[in-house]
Structures are given as C-alpha cells and as structure tokens.
Nanobody
Framework: QLQLVESGGGLVEPGGSLRLSCVAS????????IAWFRQAPGKEREGISC????????DYAHSMEGPFTISRDNAKNTAYLQMHNLRPEDTAVYSC???????????????WGQGTQVTVSS
C-alpha cells in the first residue's frame, strides 16, 4: 500500500528531545518534497517545515526553526524531524506529507501519513 508511515513519537518531559521519522511505503520518497505538520487538540493544523527533493532547501514556519530541524535520507527513503527543547504546547499529532514541491504540498498533497502522537508533560 502506498503510504507514509510516521514513528518516533511518545511521551517526553519538558526540555526533552525526540526525532520523528517518516518512511515511504511502496514508493520512492526521492521524487517528493516532504513537509511536517502538527495538530493539537482543538486547534487547526499547523505547518512546521518543508524540505526540497534534494534536501538543499528547507523552509520553516515562524518560530519553528531552532527547536525543529528537518532532514532527509533518500537512500533510506526516510525524512526526519528532530525536535529539541520541547514544551507542553508542542503536544500534538505530528504528520508528514509528500508533494511535488514545498509550495504545492498543501494544495496538492500526494501522500499523507497517519501521524504520530507527541506528548510533552512532566
């Protein structure tokens, strides 16, 4: 089945770190730009970051760069989101999406993952 599968979420204490993974199943991630989004309970979905097909270009939403770092390893068919200094307000379901370019991901996504829960709490 053609899909994106996220992993790496879980419960972490404030100030902690997590690395999320986004693996493409039965298709090659190499041909797609990848973005990470999150959605907290009762809130709208929020864009975090996007990385180009080659990985040479990355974009971040305001205030996301620094605590979050997007990367990809095309040889492993995987994209990552490294998160540092997590706060309770970062609690959300984190999802990855693939599209032809970063600018078209939202309007014309090719694949969405199911998401992985990140909970920041002491």
């Amino acid at each position: 089945q053609l899909q994106l599968v996220e992993s790496g979420g879980g419960l972490v204490e404030p100030g902690g770190s997590l690395r999320l993974s986004c693996v493409a199943s039965e298709f090659t991630l190499t041909y797609y730009a990848i973005a990470w989004f999150r959605q907290a309970p009762g809130k709208e979905r929020e864009g975090i970051s996007c990385i180009s097909i080659t990985g040479e270009t990355t974009d971040y939403a305001h205030s996301m760069e620094g605590p979050f770092t997007i990367s990809r390893d095309n040889a492993k068919n995987t994209a990552y989101l490294q998160m540092h200094n997590l706060r309770p307000e970062d609690t959300a379901v984190y999802s990855c999406v693939a599209g032809s370019t970063c600018s078209r991901l939202v309007s014309s996504p090719s694949y969405w993952g199911q998401g992985t829960q990140v909970t920041v709490s002491s």
